[in-house]
């Protein structure tokens, strides 16, 4: 069964062409990541998921359910993580828990409320008046409201985004933890290394279309590969490396490597012209990589 | 079971929580309004015959600030939401246009009365009034405030600015509410305006409220009642219709 399915979703605000016809699925207890630069339809599309927005076409469902005929079951099957920090302040924590629960028609809720405020860490803040809390306490508010109903998909759009390091760790380990429970997730980032970390499926957005959708591991295999990082100390690489090898910003060389026997020739290389290395690592393939390839290609030939 | 009666007590809270603002500040506003009227015309004006001025008073003005703070409940509560953003959590959850105008009704209907009570319980003992009709306040007390909670969520869903709300209240809401008849008997007025105030559906809440409380009224009771109610029935009907096609709440 899927928990999230999305055909031909087209949506437009006056001249912006927002989504350009999406179509996605994905299936139960993945964790699944939607990247893009911002401005692709990230949000649009999880707005559209959640009832936020109303598509001018297509359709979109949720463990089954479509959004806009049989809305009651969708919206209880998703729990959304909006982008932007917004609370009521005319409320406590778990005032605010206790009204989004109540929302959902779920009365005696208490007992899970208390475990999300545990596992959020916000038993210290459970009677503060929403504001004044900082940021990232708010930011842990707003998971606990839309996990309050306990959904079997839940979607995070940017929750890190301005969040200490302390926060995103307690973040991802407890959400985690609700993908190896069997929740599906759904997370969109601009922190590349969080999403190659944790999503096992990735989709990649631009400009209101899906420009990419594979596995994690897929995406890494064909778009990015290990490399050789030199840095040199003033003299230039030789010729038989510099064939292949790109520079990065940092001003180290990157060369292509295929399998240690090529380290071997690399280094044997480095050693014969004499030059003289300042620092030497061997760096793994990155979506960021990946993610630069794919948005570039895009514009050199779009689709 | 429904997310309804949450919405409803939350939205009863929201102004509970700062009554000082949303309760008392109204009824020392009516009190004052009583005060100085009551002084500058009283024995200069007979509105109604064998009826002293501050009495015939007190019904219109606290018909008034019902009104005005039903509307200011759901209006203020809806642009506050959708400013802040936090309306999200009202549209995520799965409550249903129904359940979500009942909800904001219900409480803007909750601040009117009991804003409409706290000009009673403050006048009472000062002018003491008859209420020889109690259903007829009672039915005039609960079509005003649903009235003017529904013109409320109409004004909250179509503002997106504070100013945008503000110019519904005080071009709109005012001149209705002071037009109505709070202050003088439509029959002291020349026949053109006598008409143009039957144009007004706040006339209706008002007169007929206050024939209730003197038995006599411009209208008949049960004339004004249909209008009142019919007016009601056309504004809910039009803000079902706008909740339903998410008009400026899902884009």
Known sequence: MLAVEVRGVEKRFGPVRALAGVSLEVPRGEFFGLLGPNGAGKTTLISALGGLVIPDAGCLAVMGHDVARDFRAARRAVGIVPQEIVFDPFFTVRETLEIQSGYFGLRANGAWIDELIERLGLVAKAHANMRSLSGGMKRRVMVAQALVHRPPVIVLDEPTAGVDVELRQALWSFVRGLNESGSTILLTTHYLEEAQQLCSRIAMMKDGRIVALDSTARLLADFSQRVLRVKLEGSELPASLAETATRDAAGAWRIPIADVAHVEEALRALRAAGVTVASLEVAEPELEEVFVKIMHREEVEPA | MSGLPTLLYKEVLRFWKVSFQTVAAPVLTTLLYLLVFAHALAGRV?????????????????????????????????????????????????????????????????????????????????????????????????????????????????????????????????????????????????????????????????????????????????QSLAFATAAFAALSWLTLRLLRRGYKLRH
């Open chain 2, 46 to 222: 007979e509105a109604l015959p064998g009826v002293s001025y501050v009495q015939f008073l007190i019904p219109g003005l606290a018909m008034m600030s019902m009104l005005q703070n039903s509307f200011a409940n759901s209006s203020s509560s809806l642009i506050q939401s959708k400013i802040t953003g936090n309306i999200v959590f009202i549209l995520l959850p799965p409550l249903s246009a129904a359940e979500i105008f009942l909800a904001y009704l219900g409480a803007a209907m909750v601040r009117g009365l009991v804003v409409g009570i706290g000009v009673f319980a403050a006048t009472l003992w000062l002018v003491p009034l008859p209420v020889p009709n109690p259903l007829w306040v009672l039915a005039f007390g609960l079509a005003g405030c649903g009235m003017l909670g529904t013109m409320g969520i109409i004004a909250g869903i179509w503002s997106e600015k504070f100013d945008q709300l503000a110019a519904f209240q005080n071009f709109l809401v005012m001149p209705l509410t002071f037009l109505a008849g709070v202050f003088y008997s439509i029959h002291s007025l020349p026949p053109f305006w006598q008409a143009v105030s039957r144009l007004n559906p706040f006339f209706y809440v008002i007169d007929g409220f206050r024939y209730g409380f003197f038995g006599r009224s411009d209208m008949p009771p049960l």
